[in-house]
């Protein structure tokens, strides 16, 4: 839940606070622009993992003590960002919520780290699904939670309030009970030959090509729906209660009801289905989201919009991280799984730069009508993993 209060105070929490500012949508989606800390987490990964096995006794602490170093600047820079005026400090809320990417992202690697190095190969689905719950949760708070709060007082204590919450993650993190593996002596200088290895041991042991085109494109209309639904609603006539009552407390419990019918599903059937499911339910989303676009402001229609685009996105949330689990090798799994949802999110970053000037100069209709056809070239790639794989998964 730590690490999905912060997502949503730099995406759409924030375009809905832009938004308010009359910030065009080309600028919001340039906005998009400070998450790339989560796209190039895996430039530091390695890092961490190496620190974490040379100077603790046991590498879990290191984690720990990363992901707590990580949480403390995560709160300072939460509550500065709310203290920021954006119609008069554009660029240093820009820097901010830089800044707090880079932390929270810091400690999604260490989250990360410790669930795909703790959890068996068996216990992957149901991981990925409470990972996905407690992210979803944590979006509802960073989401709805801080939309309410700006509503009845001001975006200041919004996210002052948002960063007070934050602290919790701290014991959650610390007291998580972990077996005392021992840890290696090898020195810090050997972390660009860890890197290199780390890389080459993922490109031989994975169909690589297929994989990251496959991400690449899987992450497009997901995105595109949750970085340009607030300046879209907005621009219809929704206020700030409606859009927290519909997308985020409606919508994000029906995000949580997915990833629990994905972790059922991937443990019956296996992730790669789930997949191709959620796929079939995004460019279904983008349909709707056109229908919304010609219909207007309709609170009922709303709701099967969202509701649709909500439970798929759960769904894919869960199947992702389960599906990139698999190709996570030891002794580099913790690196392996930052590279690889590093990428979905840089497929994020250019997906949601694109969608703000695609919505300015041809229309919304038009943006989720080709947000809809790229899920086409990623059911191609998915169908191509498939046959890599003689598993159940």
């Given at each position: 839940?730590?690490?999905?209060?912060?997502?949503?105070?730099?995406?759409?929490?924030?375009?809905?606070?832009?938004?308010?500012?009359?910030?065009?949508?080309?600028?919001?989606?340039?906005?998009?622009?400070?998450?790339?800390?989560?796209?190039?987490?895996?430039?530091?990964?390695?890092?961490?993992?190496?620190?974490?096995?040379?100077?603790?006794?046991?590498?879990?602490?290191?984690?720990?003590?990363?992901?707590?170093?990580?949480?403390?600047?995560?709160?300072?820079?939460?509550?500065?960002?709310?203290?920021?005026?954006?119609?008069?400090?554009?660029?240093?809320?820009?820097?901010?919520?830089?800044?707090?990417?880079?932390?929270?992202?810091?400690?999604?690697?260490?989250?990360?780290?410790?669930?795909?190095?703790?959890?068996?190969?068996?216990?992957?689905?149901?991981?990925?699904?409470?990972?996905?719950?407690?992210?979803?949760?944590?979006?509802?708070?960073?989401?709805?939670?801080?939309?309410?709060?700006?509503?009845?007082?001001?975006?200041?204590?919004?996210?002052?309030?948002?960063?007070?919450?934050?602290v919790l993650g701290i014991p959650a993190l610390w007291f998580?009970?972990?077996?005392?593996?021992?840890?290696?002596?090898?020195?810090?200088?050997?972390?660009?030959?860890?890197?290199?290895?780390?890389?080459?041991?993922?490109?031989?042991?994975?169909?690589?090509?297929?994989?990251?085109?496959?991400?690449?494109?899987?992450?497009?209309?997901?995105?595109?729906?949750?970085?340009?639904?607030?300046?879209?609603?907005?621009?219809?006539?929704?206020?700030?209660?409606?859009?927290?009552?519909?997308?985020?407390?409606?919508?994000?419990?029906?995000?949580?009801?997915?990833?629990?019918?994905?972790?059922?599903?991937?443990?019956q059937i296996g992730s790669l289905f789930v997949v191709g499911?959620?796929?079939?339910?995004?460019?279904?989303?983008?349909?709707?989201?056109?229908?919304?676009?010609?219909?207007?402001?309709?609170?009922?229609?709303?709701?099967?919009?969202?509701?649709?685009?909500?439970?798929?996105?759960?769904?894919?949330?869960?199947?992702?991280?389960?599906?990139?689990?698999?190709?996570?090798?030891?002794?580099?799994?913790a690196s392996h799984f930052t590279f690889l949802y590093a990428?979905?999110?840089?497929?994020?970053?250019?997906?949601?730069?694109?969608?703000?000037?695609?919505?300015?100069?041809?229309?919304?209709?038009?943006?989720?009508?080709?947000?809809?056809?790229?899920?086409?070239?990623?059911?191609?790639?998915?169908?191509?993993?498939?046959?890599?794989?003689?598993?159940?998964?």
């Amino acid at each position: 839940m730590a690490s999905g209060i912060p997502f949503l105070l730099v995406l759409s929490t924030l375009s809905f606070r832009l938004t308010e500012c009359n910030i065009s949508p080309s600028m919001i989606g340039l906005f998009t622009l400070v998450t790339l800390p989560y796209s190039l987490k895996f430039l530091w990964a390695p890092f961490l993992e190496r620190f974490a096995y040379a100077y603790f006794n046991c590498r879990y602490h290191g984690f720990k003590v990363w992901g707590v170093c990580a949480q403390v600047g995560l709160i300072v820079s939460t509550m500065l960002l709310g203290a920021l005026d954006p119609m008069i400090y554009l660029s240093a809320v820009a820097i901010t919520a830089f800044f707090l990417s880079f932390f929270a992202s810091t400690q999604d690697i260490v989250i990360d780290a410790m669930r795909v190095e703790l959890l068996a190969t068996k216990q992957i689905g149901a991981g990925a699904a409470i990972e996905s719950i407690g992210f979803r949760f944590g979006m509802l708070i960073g989401g709805a939670g801080a939309l309410y709060l700006a509503s009845m007082y001001d975006w200041f204590w919004a996210y002052f309030i948002m960063g007070g919450l934050q602290v919790l993650g701290i014991p959650a993190l610390w007291f998580i009970p972990v077996e005392n593996v021992n840890a290696h002596t090898a020195p810090l200088f050997t972390f660009f030959k860890t890197l290199q290895n780390s890389f080459k041991h993922l490109y031989a042991e994975t169909p690589f090509v297929y994989l990251i085109l496959f991400i690449l494109f899987f992450k497009i209309a997901d995105t595109v729906l949750n970085a340009m639904s607030a300046p879209f609603l907005y621009e219809l006539g929704f206020d700030k209660i409606e859009y927290a009552n519909i997308t985020k407390s409606f919508g994000i419990s029906l995000m949580v009801i997915g990833g629990l019918v994905a972790g059922y599903i991937m443990h019956q059937i296996g992730s790669l289905f789930v997949v191709g499911v959620s796929l079939f339910l995004q460019a279904v989303s983008c349909l709707l989201f056109i229908i919304q676009s010609w219909v207007g402001y309709d609170l009922s229609v709303l709701v099967i919009t969202i509701g649709v685009e909500s439970f798929a996105s759960g769904m894919a949330s869960a199947a992702f991280i389960a599906m990139i689990s698999l190709y996570c090798k030891s002794p580099f799994a913790a690196s392996h799984f930052t590279f690889l949802y590093a990428v979905g999110s840089l497929s994020r970053v250019i997906a949601s730069l694109l969608a703000g000037i695609t919505a300015d100069f041809f229309g919304w209709a038009w943006l989720f009508f080709v947000s809809a056809i790229t899920t086409i070239p990623a059911f191609w790639f998915l169908i191509c993993l498939k046959r890599t794989r003689n598993d159940r998964y």
